[in-house]
């Protein structure tokens, strides 16, 4: 398996993986960039994590992986290159919003905060202004 960046061409294969993982799409088309996918090695993709950059600050997003690659080490490794990507670009701070998985992520240094007090720039992205439940988890991590 390899990770890399995403090409123009894996955005409806990481639409829909996204969409059976039950994550929300809102924001995906404009930080597709920035995306990272998993391929298996024929090139199949088995997993994606998003990344959006606000400043010193970023939001790790869209953790889905394949019930195929499931328990392979493959959310590990996007998570750990999302985050190192987001540390290469300047970014202090990492928050993530979950429904699912807040007993995955502290073992990658993120712990949960209150909503109310994320602020700076992070707070405009389409996973704080709704697309996810406000009952979702908030997590941070500091670089």
């Known amino acids: 398996m390899t990770v890399e960046p995403v090409q123009p061409v894996d955005l409806n294969t990481v639409r829909e993986l996204l ?14 960039r920035r995306f990272l996918v998993a391929r298996s090695p024929d090139g199949v993709i088995v997993g994606v994590v998003g990344l959006e950059l606000y400043g010193e600050q970023a939001l790790l997003r869209s953790l889905a992986v394949a019930d195929t690659a499931r328990r392979q080490g493959v959310g590990r490794r996007l998570v750990e290159a999302c985050l190192a990507r987001a540390a290469a670009a300047g970014a202090r701070e990492v928050y993530l919003l979950t429904t699912t998985a807040p007993d995955y992520f502290p ?20 996973e704080f202004q709704g697309a996810c439940p406000q009952t979702a988890t908030v997590m941070r991590r500091d670089l």
């Open 19 to 32: 969409s059976a993982c039950g994550l929300p799409l809102d924001g995906v088309e404009e930080h597709f």
């Open 107 to 126: 073992r990658f240094g993120f712990s949960t905060v209150d909503r109310r007090a994320v602020t700076g720039p992070v707070v405009v992205s389409a």
